[in-house]
């Protein structure tokens, strides 16, 4: 069984300032994956950033990064340069290799600032 | 950009009828996954379907729900006898493969909210 956990319900951001949204997980498997979702208001869940674990290197995706610490299970998103068009919700999510279940986070809601 | 559709966007039922939410996932994805979400509470599994067959389903996917693939193009999750506590978010979700690689990338629907009375 896995689990994930964000510990943050709500953040905030100025606009063009970086903001990091923290995840922790746990699974016994040694092949997962590891995804963030958004899901702007009244629009559906779309992927931002994704990880394999036998990766080492942090996955990015422009202004999205990850800081993936394996060892730690931590698995934190990283915006820069802030955007109003980054508010949403923001769902962290495991998937083990064997499965395709996806584990959700219980999400963290971003504001952004102008 | 092709996109997982749902209809409806929100149903209302009255407790122990049946309600059958209805996705059409991208044409070229061949697994498709039912999620719920209770308001408050995380998103939750139910069922994943490959090759119209069940392939995992969750402890919370029980003989009251069925899916089915009825034509080439629909994936219909059935609740029979809903009960208040059925009323949540449904997302329908469908991914190219289950493997690795990009190719197990889920989209996800708008979701069907389910109100329950």
């Known amino acids: 069984a896995q689990t994930v956990t964000q510990s943050q319900p709500e953040m905030s951001v100025q606009e063009a300032e970086t903001v990091t949204l923290s995840c922790t997980y746990d699974t016994s498997e040694s092949d997962y994956y590891l995804f963030w979702y958004k899901q702007p208001p009244s629009r559906q869940m779309i992927l931002v950033i994704r990880q394999e674990a036998y990766k080492q290197q942090n996955a990015t995706e422009n202004r999205f990064s990850v800081n993936f610490q394996k060892a730690a299970k931590s698995f934190s998103l990283k915006i820069s340069d802030s955007q109003l068009g980054d508010a949403a919700m923001y769902f962290c999510?495991?998937?083990?290799?064997?499965?395709?279940?996806?584990?959700f986070g219980s999400g963290t809601q971003l504001t952004v600032l102008p | 950009e092709p996109e997982v559709t749902q209809t409806p966007s929100h149903q209302v039922t009255q407790m122990g009828q049946e309600v059958i939410l209805r996705c059409v996932p991208i044409s070229n994805h061949l697994y498709f996954y039912w999620y719920r979400q209770i308001l408050g509470q995380k998103v939750e599994f139910l069922v994943s379907?490959?090759?119209?067959?069940?392939?995992?389903k969750s402890e919370i996917f029980d003989d009251q729900f069925s899916v089915e693939r009825p034509d080439g193009s629909n994936f219909t999750l059935k609740i029979r006898s809903t009960k208040l506590e059925d009323s949540a978010m449904y997302f329908c979700?469908?991914?190219?493969?289950?493997?690795?690689?990009?190719?197990?990338?889920?989209?996800f629907g708008p979701g069907t909210r389910l109100t329950v009375l």
């Open positions: 379907f490959y090759n119209n067959e069940i392939s995992e």
């Open positions: 999510a495991c998937r083990s290799g064997s499965a395709r279940q996806l584990t």
């Open positions: 979700a469908s991914s190219v493969s289950s493997g690795g690689g990009a190719g197990n990338e889920q989209f």
